[in-house]
């Protein structure tokens, strides 16, 4: 089945600072990547997804990059804010399509410092 | 919007009881899933659904059942609990492809003692 692997698990930045999150996956057939967000005591909440046809998708102050030769994708997040402290979810489909649902990295922990 | 509710948000049961988690979404999406939640190892999918009567096998499936009888309901059930199955447990359901978005419930934090 799908790997998906995520670094850092805890990562602290500067408020204002860009804070940066890596995936690498391993089932070449994925084509769908989303990225969730988990304030603490909260759902997860989708914030950004990028297919394989595209390489980069950019919303507001939040990016992602895909690499699908090398399969890896990250979320970029710029101007860093006290709200973005969460903890994010990387994930990719399983076998390429369908409702086969989706294999989710371990979590990195954003800790925006003030 | 969306809702995805979860009977119960605490649970706490005795070592090999019969444990039912019930989850109900009000968008009529075809797929449901259920994740558990353990600190260090992210969501790890359990069970999903596309269709009522229809159930697949995620990465961690052991112990673990499901039912959907209606399309609406998904429910998780845990045969006979044991303390490693003491996790916070997601529901999630989504329309159409894998290519929409899930919809995630509260979530039922299950100790089992």
């Known amino acids: 089945g799908e790997n998906v692997e995520q670094h850092p698990s805890t990562l602290s930045v500067q408020e204002g600072d860009s804070a940066v999150i890596k995936c690498t996956y391993s089932?070449?057939?994925?084509?769908?990547f989303p990225w969730y967000k988990q304030e603490l005591g909260k759902r997860p909440q989708l914030i950004i997804d990028?297919?394989?046809?595209?390489g980069e998708k950019k919303d507001q102050r939040i990016a992602v990059t895909l690499n699908k030769t090398a399969k890896h994708f990250s979320l970029h997040i710029t101007e860093t804010q006290p709200e973005d402290s969460a903890v994010y979810f990387c994930?990719?489909?399983?076998?390429?399509?369908?409702?086969?649902?989706?294999?989710f990295g371990k979590g990195t922990h954003l800790i925006i410092q003030p | 919007d969306v809702k995805v509710t979860q009977s119960s948000r605490y649970l706490v049961k005795r070592t090999g009881e019969k444990v039912f988690l019930e989850c109900v979404q009000d968008?009529?999406?075809?797929?449901m899933f259920w994740y558990r939640q353990d600190p260090g190892l992210g969501l790890r999918l359990i069970y999903f659904?596309?269709?009522?009567?229809?159930?697949e096998k995620g990465d961690i499936p052991e112990g673990y059942s499901v039912s959907r009888e209606k399309k609406e309901r998904f429910s998780l059930i845990l045969e006979s609990a044991s303390t490693n199955q003491t996790s916070m447990y997601l529901c999630?359901?989504?329309?159409?492809?894998?290519?929409?978005?899930?919809?995630f419930g509260s979530g039922t934090q299950l100790s089992v003692l």
């Open positions: 999630a359901s989504s329309s159409g492809t894998v290519y929409e978005k899930l919809f």
């Open positions: 089932d070449s057939a994925s084509n769908y």
């Open positions: 990028i297919r394989s046809n595209v």
């Open positions: 994930a990719a489909n399983v076998g390429g399509g369908g409702a086969d649902g989706l294999t």
């Open positions: 968008m009529d999406h075809e797929n």
């Open positions: 659904s596309y269709d009522v009567k229809m159930k």
